[in-house]
Nanobody, 126 residues
Framework: QVQLAESGGGLVQAGGSLRLSCAASERIFSTNSMGWFRQAPGKEREFVAAITWTTGTTYYTDSVKGRFTISRDNAKATVYLQMNSLKPEDTAVYYC???????????????????WGKGTLVTVSS
């Protein structure tokens, strides 16, 4: 069973930065990719970014391109999300996810994703 644990959320002012981390159990390498989703109050969970374990290929939703960077450390089985130039609309609970299929992470639906973390809250004040 793959286990995911997020950390790094918090309160930041607009224009600031945060880095989220997702530590995974060793069995994470049975999956192909890891990624980040977010869910704002009253909204559906949405894809943010994904990265493949083998090649490090990255994918982003349009609203975060140029501001967020996803990276991974295979030795630590950890994925990071560096978030810069944060906006109030980035406020959400951010979830780490893992799946055998990169396409499932990117295209969803979220209900089809194999593994989820419990989430970490990011609040961006204006």
């Amino acid at each position: 069973q793959v286990q995911l644990a997020e950390s790094g959320g918090g309160l930041v002012q607009a224009g600031g930065s945060l880095r989220l981390s997702c530590a995974a159990s060793e069995r994470i390498f049975s999956t192909n990719s890891m990624g980040w989703f977010r869910q704002a109050p009253g909204k559906e969970r949405e894809f943010v970014a994904a990265i493949t374990w083998t090649t490090g290929t990255t994918y982003y939703t349009d609203s975060v391109k140029g501001r967020f960077t996803i990276s991974r450390d295979n030795a630590k089985a950890t994925v990071y999300l560096q978030m810069n130039s944060l906006k109030p609309e980035d406020t959400a609970v951010y979830y780490c996810a893992a799946d055998k299929s990169t396409l499932t992470l990117r295209r969803g639906p979220p209900s089809g994703v194999d593994y989820w973390g419990k989430g970490t809250l990011v609040t961006v004040s204006s």
